[in-house]
C-alpha cells in the first residue's frame, strides 16, 4: 500500500505537484490561481525565472484547476525536475479525492512524489486527497505484476505537522481516517476480485476471522451447515445445497462500551452464482464472482468502524453460500421455510440473493432487536438498467433515513438514487402455496427484490433500508478513484453514515 506522510518542502528530491484550485469569482480568475500555485512553489525556493516560466506554462496550457485535471511539465536540468500541476475544483472534499486520484495514475513512474499543500488545506481536504491516492493505486493480480515505481508520497504543510507539540494534528487526523477507510475498501476489492475457485463461503469466513483477530471490541461467529440447519436457516442451507463447499452465516459484531443504538448490517454473500437449475447464459455468469460484493461491504465497513472506534454498536451478517448444480439443488416449486417461519415458493433458483437475505434479517429483527437495518445486495440487473453502473438504488420508507444514507454516499464519492416502493406491486408476491413467491414476472426487478425483502423487516419496517448496489460493484474500467474490477462499492457510505449515527 503506498506510502504517505506529512513532510517537509525543504530538501526536495524527485517529482513535484502544486495544487491549482478552480476558477473563483474574482475579476481575474486566472490570475488568482496562478499567485496561488507560486505562493506554493516558493517554499522550494525557485527563483523568479523559473516561476515566470511556470507561470507561462500554466497560461499557455490553460490550466482550468478543475477537479482532477492535471498538466505535467517535465523540466531536465532543473531542481525538482518533474513538476505535476493538479485541480482541486472548489477545494471541496470531492475535488481533493479527484486530485489524489488523478495523481497516484499520473505520477505512477516516479518513485517518490512531494505534494504542496496550500496554506488553507483542511482536515476533509487531506482525507479526500489520501483517499484518492491509496483507493487508485489499488491492483490485484494473482500472478506475477510489475507493481507501479511510485512507492511514496510526500505532504508539504505549510503548517508544521507535530503531533507532540500539537501542531496540525488534524490535517494528521484527516490522513489517518483516510487510511481507515482505504483499507477497508481495499479489503472488500480483494474479497470481491478473489476467483470463486478459492473463495468458498469458509474461506471467506476465514478472512473475516483473520482481519478481527485481536481487535477489541470485535468478535466473530461463523456458522457452518451443522450449526445452520439446527438453528433453522433452512434458505442459506437451499441456496448452498447444490454446492459441495457449504454455506456459512458470519456474523461479524462491534460493541464500543456506552453505544446507545444498535445498527445491523447485512450484505448478500453469494460467493458464485450459477443461477442454479434455472442456469444464467455465459454472459450472466462469468463475473458472478462479484455476487458476493454486499457482503464485502458490510465486513470492511464494521472493520473500519471498529479501527476510527465509532461508538455505535454494529452487527454485520454475511449470509455466504455457492449457487451451484448438484444433485441435493433446490428447484423451482419447492417452498422453503426461513428462520423465523416465513415460507417462500420458488419460482425462479436464480433469485436467489434475496433468499439468504431473508433469513439472516428474519434473524436480525428475531435475536438481535437493532434499531436500524441496512441491507447491501448485488441483487437484481433491473438497478443497472435503471441506473447505470455508478449510481446504486436506495429503498425505504424513513425519509430521515433515506437523507441520511444519500448524504453520507454523496460525501463519500459514492452515489445512491431513492426507489419507489409500491404497495399495489406487493399483490404479485402471493403464493398459493406459501406465505410469498421469490420471483415473479411484474417486472420492477429491483422494486421487486425490495418489496420481498420487506416482508422479513417486521416491526422494523420503518428502520429499513435496501441498497441494490449490483452494476455498482464493479468498474469496467480505471475511473477516478476506480480501477478496472471490484470497487469495494458501499464500505465508504456506510461508514460515513454510521459515523453520524451516534
Not at 123 to 139: F, I, K, N, T
Not at 245 to 274: N, Q
Not at 423 to 445: E, F, H, K, Q, R
Amino acid at each position: 500500500m503506498l506510502d504517505i506522510r506529512f513532510a517537509t518542502a525543504r530538501n526536495v528530491s524527485g517529482a513535484v505537484a502544486a495544487v491549482v484550485p478552480a476558477a473563483d469569482s474574482s475579476d481575474d480568475p486566472a490570475a488568482t490561481r496562478l499567485a496561488a500555485v507560486r505562493a506554493s512553489l516558493a517554499r522550494l525556493k525557485l527563483g523568479p525565472a523559473d516561476l515566470d516560466d511556470i507561470t507561462a506554462f500554466l497560461l499557455d496550457v490553460e490550466h482550468s484547476g478543475s477537479a482532477g485535471t492535471l498538466h505535467k511539465l517535465p523540466r531536465a536540468g532543473h531542481r525538482p525536475d518533474l513538476l505535476f500541476f493538479v485541480g482541486v475544483g472548489s477545494g471541496d472534499e470531492a475535488g481533493w479525492r479527484a486530485a489524489g486520484a488523478k495523481l497516484a495514475r499520473s505520477a505512477g513512474d516516479e518513485p517518490t512524489l512531494t505534494l504542496l499543500l496550500p496554506d488553507d488545506v483542511t482536515p476533509a481536504a487531506v482525507r479526500g486527497l489520501g483517499e484518492g491516492l491509496w483507493l487508485a493505486s489499488y491492483r490485484f493480480r494473482l500472478g506475477a505484476d510489475e507493481p507501479p515505481s511510485l512507492r511514496r508520497v510526500n505532504l508539504a504543510a505549510a503548517r508544521p505537522s507535530d503531533p507532540e507539540a500539537g501542531l496540525a494534528a488534524d490535517l494528521e487526523a484527516g490522513l489517518a481516517a483516510a487510511k481507515v477507510v482505504a483499507e477497508s475498501t481495499r479489503l472488500a476489492r480483494d474479497l470481491t476480485n478473489m476467483p470463486s475457485d478459492e473463495k468458498t463461503p469458509a474461506w471467506f469466513a476465514k478472512r473475516v476471522e483473520k482481519a478481527a483477530a485481536g481487535v477489541p471490541g470485535l468478535t466473530v461467529t461463523v456458522r457452518d451447515p451443522k450449526a445452520l440447519a439446527e438453528q433453522g436457516f433452512n434458505a442459506i442451507l437451499a441456496v448452498g445445497g447444490g454446492s459441495t463447499r457449504g454455506p456459512r452465516l458470519v456474523e461479524l459484531s462491534w460493541r464500543p462500551r456506552g453505544a446507545r443504538r444498535h445498527v445491523v448490517l447485512v450484505g448478500k454473500g453469494i460467493t458464485f452464482d450459477t443461477g442454479g437449475i434455472c442456469i444464467k447464459p455465459l454472459s450472466g455468469m462469468k463475473l458472478m464472482r462479484k455476487d458476493m460484493g454486499g457482503a464485502a461491504a458490510v465486513i470492511g465497513a464494521t472493520l473500519a468502524a471498529a479501527a476510527l472506534r465509532l461508538p455505535v454498536r454494529i452487527t454485520a451478517l454475511a449470509p455466504l453460500a455457492e449457487n451451484a448444480i448438484g444433485a441435493d439443488s433446490f428447484r423451482p416449486g419447492d417452498v422453503i421455510r426461513h428462520y423465523g417461519g416465513t415460507t417462500s415458493e420458488i419460482h425462479n433458483t436464480d433469485a436467489e440473493g434475496r433468499l439468504v437475505l431473508g433469513d439472516a434479517m428474519a434473524y436480525a429483527v428475531r435475536r438481535l432487536r437493532p434499531d436500524t437495518i441496512v441491507d447491501l445486495a448485488t441483487l437484481t440487473g433491473a438497478q443497472g438498467v435503471a441506473l447505470g453502473k455508478r449510481t446504486a438504488a436506495l429503498y425505504s420508507y424513513n425519509d430521515t433515513l433515506a437523507k441520511e444514507l444519500t448524504t453520507a454516499a454523496d460525501t463519500a464519492g459514492e452515489s445512491v438514487w431513492r426507489m419507489p416502493l409500491h404497495d399495489d406491486y406487493a399483490d404479485a408476491l402471493d403464493s398459493d402455496v406459501a406465505d410469498i413467491v421469490n420471483s415473479t414476472d411484474v417486472g420492477a426487478g429491483s422494486v421487486m427484490a425490495a418489496l420481498y425483502l420487506r416482508e422479513f423487516t417486521g416491526p422494523l419496517r420503518d428502520q429499513w433500508a435496501h441498497i441494490d448496489m449490483s452494476s455498482s460493484a464493479w468498474s469496467d474500467s480505471p475511473d477516478a478513484d476506480l480501477t478496472k474490477g471490484a470497487t469495494g462499492w458501499g464500505v465508504r457510505t456506510l461508514l460515513r453514515w454510521l459515523e453520524t449515527t451516534t
